[in-house]
C-alpha cells in the first residue's frame, strides 16, 4: 500500500465525512455574521415571503371567481393590474434584500475579485433568464394570464424553456445570488436560500393548477371539435 493510499485510509477517506455536518457548519458560519432581529432583515424576510404567496391567492381567487376581471371589465385590463401589482412588489423586496445587506457585514472569504467577476457572471446570467423568459411569454403569460383565461395555444418551447423549467424563478434566483457574492453579504447569501425554497414551494403549488386548466381548455376544445 502507498503511503498516500494509507495516510487517506488511517482518516476513512471521504466515505468517513459527514456532509450533513459540513453543511450545518456552514449554515453556522453565516449565521454568525447576521443580526436575524435587524428590522431591514425582518423586512426583506416577509417581503421574500410574501410576494409569491400574494400572487398565488389572487390569482386562484380571480380563476374561481372572476372577480377582478368584472371589476375592471376585461380580464386582459385586471391581468395587467396584478401584473403591475407583482413588478411593484419585486422592486420592493430587491429594495429590502439589498438594505438587509447594507446593515450587516461582509465575510471576508467572499471579499475578493474571484468572487466579484462570479458573481457577476451569475447576476448577468439571471437577467438573461428573466427577460428571455418575459419575451417568450409576454406580459399576461409572465403574469399568471392562464388564470384569467387568457391561455397560450400551446407551450412555450423555445429558449430559455429549452433550457429549464421556470428560467424566471431560477434567474431571478440567479440575481440575488449573484448580487449577494458582489456585495461579500452572507445575510444576503442566506435570503437568497430563502428565495429559492420559496419558489420551490410556489413551483409545487402552480404547476399542478396550471396544468388543471390546460387540461380542461383541451377537454373543452376536444368537445367543440
Not at 449554515?27 to 435587524?38: E, I, N, Q
Not at 458573481?119 to 406580459?139: D, E, K, N, P, R
Request: net charge positive; glycine share 8%; hydrophobic share 45%.
Amino acid at each position: 500500500m502507498s503511503s498516500s493510499a494509507a495516510e487517506h485510509d488511517c482518516c476513512g477517506g471521504l466515505s468517513n465525512i459527514d456532509f450533513r455536518k459540513a453543511n450545518l457548519c456552514v449554515m453556522t458560519g453565516l449565521l454568525a455574521y447576521v443580526d436575524p432581529t435587524d428590522l431591514s432583515f425582518v423586512a426583506a424576510v416577509l417581503t421574500i415571503v410574501f410576494s409569491p404567496l400574494f400572487w398565488n391567492v389572487v390569482a386562484r381567487w380571480e380563476q374561481r371567481t372572476r372577480k377582478l376581471s368584472r371589476a375592471f371589465g376585461s380580464p386582459y385590463l385586471a391581468c395587467y393590474a396584478l401584473g403591475s401589482i407583482i413588478l411593484l412588489l419585486n422592486v420592493l423586496r430587491s429594495h429590502c434584500f439589498t438594505q438587509a445587506m447594507m446593515s450587516q457585514p461582509k465575510m471576508e472569504v467572499l471579499d475578493n475579485r474571484t468572487i466579484y467577476f462570479l458573481g457577476l457572471a451569475l447576476l448577468g446570467g439571471g437577467v438573461v433568464f428573466v427577460l428571455s423568459s418575459f419575451f417568450a411569454l409576454g406580459f399576461t403569460g409572465t403574469f399568471l394570464g392562464d388564470y384569467f383565461g387568457i391561455l397560450k395555444e400551446a407551450r412555450v418551447t423555445t429558449f430559455p424553456f429549452s433550457v429549464v423549467d421556470n428560467p424566471m424563478y431560477w434567474g431571478s434566483t440567479a440575481n440575488y445570488l449573484g448580487w449577494a457574492l458582489m456585495h461579500s453579504s452572507p445575510t444576503g447569501l442566506l435570503l437568497t436560500v430563502l428565495v429559492a425554497l420559496v419558489y420551490m414551494v410556489a413551483v409545487l403549488y402552480e404547476e399542478p393548477f396550471t396544468a388543471e386548466i390546460y387540461r380542461q381548455k383541451a377537454t373543452r376544445s376536444h368537445r367543440k371539435s
